[in-house]
């Protein structure tokens, strides 16, 4: 349902173009691990793949749309994952995590574990990332990139809403790269590294097919 609602809306708020490594392929139960810039982001990343896979993952997320009724329920309904930031349930997410790839499905997390809190639109590097991501499970990792989702919406709230509603009329471009599949190794600091190199590597591509000066060697444009 979310991929489903995400390939038809994601057009009506900006043109979005999807990009992947020769070869690249998304196999039953890997993990798909996407840099978080936007609370827009999500969608950007369900309608690419989507469209490019047809893959339509179990999406790791704030508790807090949980509490969303009509939301909520859809989320539960479809198998996608609460993550408890900051208390002792956090850790529940990966186990769940962990019986979705073992079921095949695909499984969509954030290690960098939170949006940044610049209020520019521009676009930077991925943040330092979690360990959760290296200790869940000996899955297969397949790296995406996106870049745009911050001129949807980025900032505080008022320029967020603002952000959203004059999207239609801006219609911004976006950008989704997938990157080669890897295996992480056993030691969590190799792999927390070597999954967080994958990615900028992917996020360097995306945001490089929209002119962005972060991933073109220069610094990052404010509004």
């Known amino acids: ?10 057009p009506f708020f900006g043109r ?12 039953p139960g890997s993990i798909l691990v996407v840099n ?10 369900l309608a690419a793949l989507r469209r490019r ?21 859809a989320l539960t309904r479809e198998g996608h994952v609460p993550v408890h930031r900051g208390s002792a349930h956090a850790a529940a997410a990966l186990d769940h995590a962990a019986v979705a ?29 979690r ?27 008022v320029k967020q809403l603002a952000g959203v509603l004059t999207a239609p009329v801006r219609r911004p471009c976006l950008h989704v790269h997938i990157g080669t ?12 590294e070597l999954a967080h190199g994958a990615v900028t590597e992917a996020w360097r591509t995306a945001a490089g097919a929209l002119g962005e000066p972060a991933a073109l060697g220069g610094g990052g444009t404010p509004d």
Do not use: C, K
């Open 53 to 73: 896979l047809a893959v339509e993952p179990v999406l790791l997320a704030t508790s807090g749309l949980w509490r969303i009724p009509v939301l909520g329920r």
């Open 36 to 45: 978080h810039t936007s609370l827009a982001d999500p969608a950007l990343v």
């Open 181 to 192: 599949p890897l295996h992480l190794p056993d030691d969590v600091a190799a792999a927390t």
């Open 16 to 27: 979005l173009t999807v990009t992947s490594d020769p070869g690249a392929r998304v196999e």
């Open 101 to 129: 790839l073992a079921s095949g499905r695909h499984v969509m997390l954030y290690a960098e574990g939170r949006i940044p809190p610049r209020r520019d639109a521009a676009e930077n590097p991925p943040e330092t990332f």
């Open 1 to 10: 349902m979310l991929s489903r609602i995400a390939a038809h809306a994601v």
């Open 131 to 157: 360990t959760g991501l290296a200790r869940a499970t000996g899955a297969p990792v397949v790296p995406i990139g996106q870049a745009g989702a911050r001129r949807i919406t980025s900032g505080g709230r």
